[in-house]
């Protein structure tokens, strides 16, 4: 069986160049199936897959947050924690320019753009996740604590 070669996104070369142990994770993406799909054609529990989302608060000023893919973000709560008047999703075609990634397939490693990154606290806690590798159907598989060394992320409570 020939091996799949996994493509050179500007988010596998990020880890590969920081030494990151992981693994490529990919599957048959489906249009707007989200963390549901991944978890299923990969077998893995969707609290564990963990979604990229760009926002942007009040003033337009963009950011990152990661969160379960099984969960929710509550709006109000970051809103709150970030002490802005409101938090809302970024049009894709401004998440695509901000990110240098497609939608469905934005990773928190290497985009275009340096976002601030919020991470929902749980995710730290995990054994393992699976995360966007750079590339509509393409996660990577790796230590949560990548994220706390990579990003340097801010952590949030704000799931629902």
Known sequence: MAKEKIPATQAIRLLKQHKVKFTPRPY??????????SARELGIDEFHIIKTLVMEDDRQRPLLILMHGSCEVSLKQLARQLKVKQVTPCPAEKADRLTGYQTGGISPFGTKQQLPIYIEE????LDNICINGGRRG???ELDP????????PTRVNVAN
């Open 28 to 37: 048959k993406y489906e249009e707007k199936g989200g963390t549901k799909v």
């Open 122 to 125: 749980t995710i730290l806690s």
């Open 138 to 140: 393409l996660l990577v």
């Open 145 to 152: 604590q990548v994220l706390n060394n990579l990003l340097n």
